[in-house]
């Protein structure tokens, strides 16, 4: 299975600023990788797809980039409602891989 | 609008059977451009895909190696839902499972409620 590494594991951060999280896979994925927002107690949303792709409704201050083996999330000028934590995943073969995760908190 | 809503029991004895079901409103289980996956997530495995099942002219599965013995992921078509059945479970089983579509190009792009199960005695 691919290994999907998510860096940091946790972020401190304030509004307004911006972040990058990193994901990197085990082996070469093209640019199956996909990016997800989970809030305490709800199922993930799909924010970015294909690595670059911005979901339907997702505000733009959320870009993704990155393709091979290497990825990034960047949100830029935070907002209260971006603390959550961010997955990434791999939809390039089975078996689909998650990311551990990564929390962003105030 | 799609939505995806869960059903079955939050609490299985080891080495019984978790069943759960997906109820699908808004689209169709047998859909030609979608797939319906099981999804779980627990504090020590994290996000972690079960497996799914889509129709392509005929009925497709895929499923998580180290759950493959295991597991069964279901199609009702006379119901519009998708069911997952875990066998001879044990308390690492425990975690919330989640329902959810996927089409061509968007993974997961709706997710169910989720429902914690617990395997305890």
């Known amino acids: 299975a691919i290994q999907m590494t998510q860096s940091p594991s946790s972020l401190s951060a304030s509004v307004g600023d911006s972040v990058t999280i990193t994901c990197r896979a085990s082996?070469?994925?093209?640019?199956?990788l996909n990016w997800y927002q989970q809030k305490p107690g709800k199922a993930p949303d799909l924010l970015i797809y294909?690595?670059?792709n911005l979901q339907s409704g997702v505000p733009s201050r959320f870009s993704g980039g990155g393709s091979g083996t290497d990825f990034t999330l960047t949100i830029s000028g935070l907002q209260p409602e971006d603390f959550a934590t961010y997955y990434c995943l791999q939809d390039y073969n089975y078996p689909f891989t998650f990311g551990q995760g990564t929390k962003l908190e105030i | 609008q799609l939505q995806l809503q869960q059903s079955g029991p939050g609490l299985v004895k080891p080495s019984q059977t978790l069943s759960l079901t997906c109820a699908i409103s808004?689209?169709?289980?047998?859909?030609?451009?979608?797939?319906w996956n099981w999804i779980r997530q627990s504090p020590s495995r994290g996000l972690e895909w079960l497996g799914r099942?889509?129709?392509?002219?005929?009925?497709?599965?895929q499923y998580e190696p180290s759950v493959k013995s295991r597991i069964t992921i279901s199609p009702d078509t006379s119901k519009n839902q998708f069911s997952l059945q875990l066998n001879s479970v044990t308390p690492e089983d425990t975690a919330v499972y989640y329902c959810?579509?996927?089409?061509?190009?968007?993974?997961?792009?709706?997710w169910g409620p989720g429902t914690l199960v617990t395997v305890s005695s």
């Open positions: 099942t889509y129709y392509r002219s005929k009925w497709f599965n």
């Open positions: 082996q070469g994925i093209t640019n199956d």
């Open positions: 808004g689209d169709s289980v047998s859909s030609n451009s979608a797939a």
């Open positions: 294909s690595a670059s």
């Open positions: 959810a579509r996927d089409t061509s190009g968007w993974p997961f792009d709706c």
